[in-house]
């Protein structure tokens, strides 16, 4: 399985674009054959997999577990409420003790503080289901839908509202892919400077270019894809009157999408609150492939864990 074998994937830097490349012909295989009707494979025959959740999930947690079922594994589901880590055990002892019992551990989790102290205890790979700074299984995900819908080429992509971990995960792994990404969000919404700095020098190396672009209806002009998420993340609900007041000139509706080109694709990583980021009218209409980069989940971290555990 070459250089991916045993690494963990906490943040898309941890992947090279051959690391993506290689993700993306595996699950393209892993698809094929599942609709051709072999949904079951032996690339996890005999393994264990904690699926580790601090946070509550649809799309995660089920992709995950068939997932790691379908690859011939045992999905072991962890609620973080339910262990001693509620009565005060550590993630270092936690993590010394799942190594011994499981042969990777996906972590979805409040703080990517987390997902590093289980990383450095635990000596097999972690895999990050979500952190407060990336979602790369999600995003990555994402980018095979993109490929598989418009071709291996350079793209206009454009992120539209909270420059959350979503976006962060988004113009890196564009960045890395050769895209040109733009993140449309308000000023006090920005992607890290970090982040952003990070995703600028490997567009620069990869021939793509990535931007910040404050104004919405420029940032979407000519668009092949057209990306937004909730204004309000779990543990953001402090912030929801002031969020509700600067995002509106943000929301994914038709006014912004007739902006874009013609066959411009939408895309949403879910929950969607309808009516807030986006239209019933965008969500549901000819352009939208929300529900097939939901499905794509499931084959994409399949190829993730079947070569990396």
Wanted: contains cysteine.
């Amino acid at each position: 399985m070459g250089k991916l074998k045993g690494k963990n994937l906490l943040s898309i830097l941890d992947l090279t674009r051959e690391d993506l490349e290689k993700i993306f012909h595996l699950a393209q295989a892993l698809k094929a054959e599942y609709y051709a009707g072999k949904k079951i494979q032996d690339y996890l025959r005999g393994k264990t997999v904690a699926l580790f959740f601090e946070k509550p999930s649809t799309r995660t947690r089920i992709s995950f577990e068939v997932g790691v079922y379908q690859l011939g594994g045992y999905p072991l589901y962890l609620n973080a409420q339910e262990m001693q880590l509620k009565r005060g055990e550590t993630i270092k002892d936690t993590a010394m003790v799942l190594e011994r019992y499981v042969d990777g551990i996906m972590a979805r989790v409040f703080s990517h503080n987390t997902l590093l102290e289980l990383a450095e205890f635990a000596r097999i790979p972690v895999i990050n289901g979500l952190s407060d700074l990336e979602h790369p299984c999600q995003i990555i995900s994402d980018y095979f839908t993109i490929i598989e819908k418009k071709g291996f080429k350079k793209l206009k992509i454009v992120y539209l509202g909270d420059g959350n971990n979503v976006a962060n995960s988004l113009i890196l792994a564009g960045a890395l892919l050769g895209m040109n990404v733009i993140c449309s969000s308000p000023k006090d919404f920005l992607p890290p400077k970090e982040i952003v700095e990070k995703a600028i020098d490997l567009a620069r190396k990869y021939g793509g270019k990535v931007e910040i672009i404050e104004d919405p209806k420029e940032a979407v002009k000519d668009a092949d894809v057209l990306y937004t998420d909730v204004w309000i993340s779990m543990g953001q609900e402090e912030e929801r009157e002031i969020r509700k007041k600067v995002f509106p000139p943000y929301q994914l509706n038709m006014n912004l999408v007739s902006l874009a080109k013609e066959d411009v694709i939408i895309m949403h990583c879910l929950p969607a609150h309808r009516g807030e980021e986006i239209t019933d009218e965008v969500i549901d209409g000819p352009n939208s492939v929300v529900f097939d980069q939901a499905e794509n989940r499931l084959h994409v971290q399949k190829a993730i864990m079947a070569l990396i555990i």
